[in-house]
């Protein structure tokens, strides 16, 4: 193990001492490669900050109904039958929502009670909303539109409406997002890994003299090939690491915009920056980007000096 150990560190010896060497040109190819880097990491922090907000919203269909405005009490109590048969094989709970309950509910969280006082005779109908359970927001999306249209049909019903619609929206809208962040991922780590591919050859180029010495002397392969390796992961994590900096400085003033439009819907929601076990799997990422560009340069060049 310790000869293992000791060849291991005189390979990353050998990379921080190529770094000294050319600095300007590692830090140019460090500043590339999180350039390709910074994009994904902001989506993925963007995506990491939306998905609670988005797992605590509800994907069950809610369908509103409301009865017409000159309906009486029965009359919009003898739907309810009606409704329990449209629904019949579904699981869904029906609540009846009285004319003055809606009042007193629209009082309470709009503060505007003086003025709807002023009105004199309260306005809003009965209503009934309905919650259906065990519904795919794309499967069953015919059925649940032809439960509305029976509704819609029913005497003294004067609007249908589903009202988690923008819900499922918003999730197939998200579900794009992901998919769209992973292909952009895929891409950006190609373009890092070519970068990186390109600077070991350039010094797999620059250093095949000593190369050629070192295999005279009898060096095998692989104590050759470590520090190109470590050259690559060193580039990768760099690179990751000025990324993330990026990403984290980025939010400072991403946050103060989305206060002022947050405020507008008395929401205090602000972007976070990532855990650090999300940052240590992203530098682990970057890392081994480096080194698979490394590791493909090598072995590609090398073999050609052999």
């Known amino acids: 193990m310790s000869p293992w150990i000791r060849q291991h560190r005189f390979a990353l010896g050998a990379a921080l001492a190529h770094v000294r060497k050319a600095p300007g040109s590692f830090l140019f190819n460090v500043l590339v490669v999180a350039v390709a880097l910074a994009l994904p990491f902001a989506g993925i922090t963007l995506l990491d900050n939306v998905r609670p907000m988005s797992e605590q919203l509800s994907v069950d269909p809610e369908i509103s109904l409301f009865v017409k405005p000159g309906a009486s009490r029965e009359d919009a109590q003898a739907i309810e039958p009606q409704l329990r048969q449209i629904l019949q094989g579904s699981h869904a709970r029906i609540a009846f929502v009285p004319r003055e309950r809606a009042l007193e509910d629209l009082k ?14 309260n306005p809003l109908p009965d209503s009934y909303v309905m919650k259906l359970e065990g519904f795919s927001s794309t499967a069953d999306a015919a059925r649940i539109d032809s439960i509305v249209e029976q509704m819609g049909a029913l005497p003294s019903v004067d609007t249908v409406q589903v009202d988690s619609a923008w819900v499922k929206r918003l999730a197939a809208l998200l579900g794009i997002l992901r998919l769209a962040l992973l292909l952009l991922a895929i891409t950006l780590g190609v373009v890092v890994i070519a970068v990186v591919f390109n600077t ?43 990324a993330l900096g990026a990403v984290l400085l980025a939010l400072r003033p991403l946050n103060a915009a989305i206060a002022e439009f947050a405020r507008l819907y008395a929401s205090e929601f602000q972007l976070a920056p990532l855990g650090g076990l999300e940052i240590a799997g992203l530098l682990a990422i970057s890392a081994g980007l480096g080194l698979i560009g490394a590791l493909l340069s090598v072995q590609r060049h090398l073999a050609r000096l052999n």
């Open 200 to 242: 070991i050859r350039l010094q797999v180029l620059t250093q095949r003299e000593e190369i050629a010495v070192s295999k005279l002397l009898g060096a095998t392969d692989n104590f050759i090939h470590r520090p190109f390796y470590y050259t690559g992961a060193l580039l990768g994590i760099c690179a990751g690491a000025v």
């Open 108 to 121: 309470e969280r709009s503060g505007l009670s003086a003025a709807l006082d002023t009105l004199g005779d």
